[in-house]
């Protein structure tokens, strides 16, 4: 469960951070987005807003849709983003074959429009809702497309699951081209983030009861959309406490690593550390950890790669980062994932003068697919097996239908009672004396 304190928390550090003119970022993302779901999230990230002279807009994004009606309902506010549709303008109408189709048969327009809109990108995400039909159907179309033209390794994606309740096609179309798409994540894909719509639901839900579905589709967006921002300015725009750091470069390096890619954040106060009392956060950090803000379920001590950057002002530095804090966190980072190749931790001080918290961000790299991705799975299987009983119970009716027979009475013709009275008569003249001579 998400921690609705600490994703207040941890969204007001970057609020601030985000009029700072020195704030940087590691990577210029550029997102591309494929269908309603995909294209709202890539718009929610183009439209991240900084204080940096000449990058108000640091991130781009190209929307590709078949649905002219959805696309039109995006509002951006970075003019440098560009819509496109393709199709006939009415959809793919949740059909995986359909949304493929129109891909392919718009590829080359597509290319172009790529190639302009992500030519100073340093990597670019793919973002697309699993279950409909032009995201989940042009995905893999998407991902060839940049695979071979230019953006080997220069690309991953961005998926959100549906929720359970969103029916069997939606799940299903989900669950096929998931198979797909873990084909080709040890080869041609970087990372892959997975974002679970039930988890962020299930959070909004509980703490915004009265709200909409369109206020919770504005949440997941953005949602989505910081998170990842946060984590690309951490280790561009802080200033490294000690030797220890984690820079762009090696930032880079763990969003080009094969395989899903695990975020965590949070904060706490910093008067809440005791260094000589290490379970004050290591517990914390473990839970935070496990639990994730897109998503959980994972087998993270399967990480090849991982970084923690922690973040604290000036003073609160002075006092917090020494070699037990520092050592401390590094063993059970080892304890958690002891086959990874790459486990730095990594300590910054920011310079805000109102913020009085301790704050921790997390990245797992190289991770396989989540648990509740099965839970997905054991959802369809129900669902089918529940439409296959509905559909014997009526095919017990078509089938007594079928074997139905009409019986016909025999119709009864009545005889004119005339016409035995004119018989009769025949016959008394049949008894008339014969001439024997006619005999002769």
């Not at 990480?303 to 923690?308: T, V, W």
Request: net charge negative; hydrophobic share 35%.
């Amino acid at each position: 469960m998400i921690n609705v304190s600490e994703v207040s928390a941890t969204q007001g550090l970057q609020q601030q951070l985000l009029k700072d003119s020195q704030v940087d970022i590691s990577m210029k993302f550029g997102f591309l987005g494929l269908g309603m779901g995909g294209c709202s999230i890539a718009a929610a990230c183009a439209d991240i807003e900084m204080g940096k002279k000449n990058m108000k807009y640091p991130y781009t994004s190209l929307l590709i849709n078949t649905n002219k009606v959805d696309l039109d309902k995006i509002e951006a506010k970075n003019s440098l983003i560009k819509k496109m549709i393709i199709g006939n303008g009415k959809g793919a109408g949740r059909n995986l074959s359909v949304g493929e189709e129109i891909f392919k048969d718009n590829k080359e327009k597509i290319l172009n429009e790529v190639k302009t809109q992500f030519e100073g990108s340093d990597f670019i995400w793919i973002v697309a809702g699993l279950g409909g039909g032009t995201g989940t159907g042009s995905i893999i179309q998407a991902a060839e497309l940049l695979y071979r033209n230019g953006f080997q390794k220069k690309f991953g994606l961005i998926l959100t699951l549906p929720r359970k309740s969103e029916g069997r096609t939606v799940l299903s179309n989900a669950l096929e081209r998931l198979q797909t798409i873990t084909k080709l994540m040890s080869s041609a894909l970087g990372s892959v983030i997975v974002v679970d719509n039930q988890k962020l639901y299930d959070y909004y839900t509980d703490y915004h009861p009265n709200a909409s579905v369109s206020d919770y589709l504005k949440f997941s967006n953005q949602y989505v959309a910081e998170t990842l921002h946060e984590l690309n300015i951490v280790t561009a725009s802080f200033k490294p406490y000690g030797e220890y750091h984690f820079d762009s470069s090696e930032f880079e390096n763990l969003i080009k690593t094969p395989g899903i890619l695990h975020l965590s954040k949070f904060s706490v106060p910093a008067n809440s550390v005791d260094t000589e009392q290490s379970l004050t956060y290591v517990k914390k950090l473990e839970e935070n950890i496990h639990n994730g803000v897109l998503s959980d379920g994972f087998k993270i001590d399967k990480a090849s790669r991982l970084a923690i950057s922690i973040v604290s002002n000036e003073n609160n530095a002075k006092r917090i980062f020494n070699m037990q804090f520092n050592n401390a966190i590094e063993h059970k980072v080892k304890e958690i994932s002891p086959i990874a190749s790459e486990r730095p931790v990594a300590q910054y001080q920011y310079d805000i003068r109102n913020r009085n918290e301790v704050y921790f961000y997390a990245v797992f790299a190289g991770l396989s697919l989540p648990s509740s991705i099965k839970e997905l799975i054991v959802e369809n299987q129900k669902l089918e097996e529940l439409e296959n009983a509905i559909n014997e119970d009526e095919d017990d009716v078509l089938s007594a239908l079928s074997g139905f027979s009409r019986s016909t009475k025999k119709e009864i013709i009545e005889d004119d009672p005339f016409n035995s009275l004119d018989s009769t008569k025949k016959k008394n003249e049949d008894k008339k004396d014969v001439d024997p001579f006619d005999l002769i």
